[in-house]
C-alpha cells in the first residue's frame, strides 16, 4: 500500500466516523416537567414550550413522517407543535391537529408571498394563494379565526399589509443559509450535532433591527421558526431530524391551558419569548414591569410613573441586556434584576449564556401616558403585590 492509498484510507475512515457521529441524535438535555407541575407566571398562567413553524410529508420539500414528529415532540418534552405544511387541501383534511401523546398540534399552513411567507395559525379552511395578492391570504386566515404570521421577513417586501400580528425574527433555514457553506457543511460532518448547531445558531441581527424598528410603529409578537422539513442531506445522510431541531430553540407562550385557544390568545397577545436552549434548557424566564399593584407582562402596556420598576427572572446567573426602542439601555449580569424603568417606549431583554444568545422577551410598552386602548397592547393587570414572581414570591 502507498502512501497516498493509506492516507485516502484514514480520511475515508475518518469522513465516515464524523458522518456517523453527526447524524445520531443530540444529546437529550431537557427535563420534563408536566405543566401542573410548573410554577405559575403572575399568579395565573403556565409557560407551555412548544415549535412553530413545522413542516412534514404533507409538504412538497419534506417527507417526514407525522409519527416521528409525535415521538420527537414527546421526548423532548413539547406542549405545543404549531404545523406549518406548505397548505393544501390535503393538508388542511388530514394534517395532524388535536393532542397526540403529550403533545397538543396545531394545524397551520404556509403561504410564499410577497418575497416571504405568510404562515397562518390555527387554520381549519383551505386558503387559495395562486393569482392572489397576500392581503387577500391574510384576509381569508383572519376571517377563519386564524392568527397570521409573516415568515422570511428578511425577504418580504408587501410591508403595507394589516392583519398579521407578529413576525419570525429567527428563522433555522435563514441562518443555516446565511453561514458560508463549507464551514456549515464541515461543522456537521466533523462535529456532534449539538456542537454543529451551536456553531451555527448565532443572534439574528438584522432581523432583529427590522422587528425593533417595527415595534415603534404597533404592538408586533415575535417567535423563532423551527422550519423543520427532515430534508438536509449531507453525502448522503439526513440532518436537522425532527429530534435535533425540537432541542435548538423553542417558543414560549404563558396561557391559562394548554387548550389551542388559550395558546393562540396568548401568541397574539405577545405574552412570550423564545429559548436557544443549544445553548441551555430554559426552565423559566420573566419580564415584567411594575407600578404598585398594576404590573405588565410581556405584551401589554403600562404607563410611566415615578415608582415603575422592571423585574427579570432567568434560571441562572447571565448576562442580561436591557433594549429601548432598539437601542441598548444597559448590561448587568444576575438571576434576578430589579431596575427602574424612566422613559417610555418599547422594553425587551437579550440574555446572553457564555456570549451567546440565550433568551429573547417580547416586549413591554410603557407608554408616556395611560395606555390607549387603540393602542393594540394589552393594559397589564391588577394582580396583589405577592403574584409578579413565578412562584408567587418576590424573589431575591
Known sequence: MTGCEGARR???????????CASLPMDLRHPTVAPRERPLVAGRYTDYRGAIH?????????????????AAANATGLDFVIMTDHITRDSVANGPAGVHGDTLFIPGGEMHRGGGSILGIGMTRYVERKRRQPQQIIDDVVDQGAL???GYPEGFHEWQVTGYVGIEIYNLKSDVLDEWKLPGVLSFLLLPPRQA?????????????????????????????????????ILGRTFGSYHQVFQLFTNHLLARSRSQEDLLEALASGRAYSSFDVFGYVSHFAFTARDGERVALMGESIALGPELRGEVRIPERAE??????????WVR?????????????????????????????????????AADASSGAREPGRIGPRDAGLDGSEGR
Open 10 to 20: 484514514i480520511l475515508l475512515v475518518c469522513a465516515t466516523s464524523a458522518l456517523a
Open 54 to 70: 413545522v413542516h412534514s410529508h404533507f409538504s412538497h420539500d419534506s417527507e417526514g413522517r407525522i409519527e416521528d414528529i409525535v
Open 148 to 150: 397570521a404570521l409573516i
Open 197 to 233: 448547531f451551536g456553531r451555527i445558531v448565532d443572534r439574528p441581527a438584522e432581523p432583529l433591527a427590522r422587528w425593533d424598528r417595527m415595534l415603534r410603529e404597533r404592538p408586533l409578537v415575535g417567535v423563532v421558526g423551527s422550519d423543520a422539513h427532515a430534508n438536509i442531506r
Open 320 to 329: 442580561v441586556h436591557l433594549l429601548r426602542d432598539g437601542e441598548l439601555e
Open 333 to 369: 449580569e444576575g438571576e434576578v434584576l430589579r431596575f427602574p424603568i424612566a422613559r417610555p417606549g418599547v422594553h425587551r431583554v437579550e440574555v446572553y449564556k457564555r456570549g451567546r444568545l440565550w433568551i429573547l422577551s417580547n416586549p413591554i410598552y410603557v407608554s408616556a401616558v
